[in-house]
């Protein structure tokens, strides 16, 4: 038998499925990256990497039991026993790895709703496997009841699928090809301290963008201008745009290359109003311009800058990895809330296709 490249041409002059179904991988690659570089915003991408990845899986074991290498088949076995056995144990005990991590967040940051979110889930996950030993292990419990009870595990499955296709694209967001022509950067503002004083998640944004900036520069380009966005809260002294500006200035940051936008109270008001801002400066909408955020905001950020009509992609910056789940927890719950209407039509059709089954099942239907 042939090895290497000579066993590929092998297979594809003597096995037509297995040219079909390279033909089937080729095509999902394309597709992917088509969708992707043309606008990696949405949420159909992560769908379409899935299928590509998944495909791509089924070809690689079509290619090693078609190759009858004894080696090359124990390699791949061994490989695949340890990624079950790898996502088996994350499904069932992720839960121990977020009580874990909300112990470290609540001892690092205030016990703000938002910080609760890793607990909240991993009393979620906990409960949902008693509920799912107790419906399915008592022998005393109906039918109908277990159907009823199915309910639960099943709406768990789609908001899992769900977050996996969110994570799925805030991953590949943050690798979205950088563009160093641009005539604005906007930088999100995230709150005051004392009411005057910018976290270090609003300095991680700020100094994410002026890395880029520089770089700009580096490559030939002007210096861009920054757009610092975002109002004043109610807990706070000046806003947040003067508050990013003041720091940029000491950073070193020329004053005349500041613009404010100190009017928004959201993400999406950062977006409309900053393309005002950028807009009236430039004089048309011809200007080219990308945003900061931190790494974990940047996807559902850029969905907002789409809909405002903003023709931006967004940079992410640095966050410590101990935040990282709590905070992109609360992303997911931001991009659930987005397409609320989607999801809870959804849930309602399991609901109802679940409590049919049961009746069907109390009336001997089948």
């Known amino acids: 038998m042939p090895s290497g490249l000579n066993t590929l041409l092998f297979l594809f002059s003597q096995n037509r499925a297995f040219s079909y179904f390279t033909i089937l991988v080729a095509i999902a ?206 807990n706070e002294k000046i806003s947040e745009a003067a508050a990013m500006a003041a720091y940029a200035i000491k950073r070193g940051v020329p004053k005349e290359l500041i613009l404010l936008e100190d009017q928004s109270r959201n993400t999406e008001q950062n977006m409309e109003f900053s393309q005002i801002v950028a807009y009236n400066d430039y004089g048309n909408d011809n200007f080219k311009a990308c945003f900061f955020t931190s790494n974990y905001h940047v996807f559902r950020s850029a969905i907002y800058a789409k809909r405002a009509g903003l023709d931006a992609n967004g940079i992410g910056s640095y966050t410590r990895p101990y935040y990282l789940p709590n905070a992109v927890l609360r992303e997911f719950a931001g991009m659930f809330v987005m397409n609320r209407l989607r999801h809870f039509t959804v849930m309602a059709l399991i609901v109802a296709g679940y409590i049919a089954l049961a009746i069907c099942k109390l009336l001997n239907v089948f």
């Open 29 to 234: 690659a394309v597709t992917f990256i088509f969708s992707w570089l043309s606008d990696p915003r949405r949420l159909i991408n992560g769908v379409f990497f899935t299928f590509f990845i998944a495909s791509l899986g089924a070809w690689f074991t079509f290619l090693v039991y078609a190759t009858n290498l004894p080696s090359f088949r124990k390699v791949y076995l061994w490989a695949l026993a340890i990624l079950a056995v790898t996502v088996a144990v994350i499904v069932s005990f992720s839960w121990i790895l977020l009580l874990w991590n909300s112990y470290v967040v609540l001892k690092h940051e205030s016990h703000t709703l938002p910080n609760l979110l890793t607990l909240i889930l991993a009393g979620a996950m906990l409960g949902l496997w008693v509920f799912i030993f107790i419906g399915h292990f008592t022998r005393s419990t109906p039918t109908g009841l277990r159907l009823i009870l199915d309910i639960f595990p099943t709406v768990a499955v789609y908001l899992a699928t769900v977050m996996y296709n969110f994570l799925v694209n805030l991953l590949l967001y943050q690798i979205v090809p950088r563009r160093y022509q641009q005539n604005y950067l906007i930088v999100l503002g995230a709150g005051l301290i004392h009411g005057d004083q910018i976290s270090n998640i609003q300095a991680a944004r700020i100094n994410r963008a002026i890395q880029f900036a520089y770089h700009q520069q580096e490559k030939g380009q002007p210096l861009p201008k920054f757009i610092m966005s975002g109002g004043q809260g109610p």
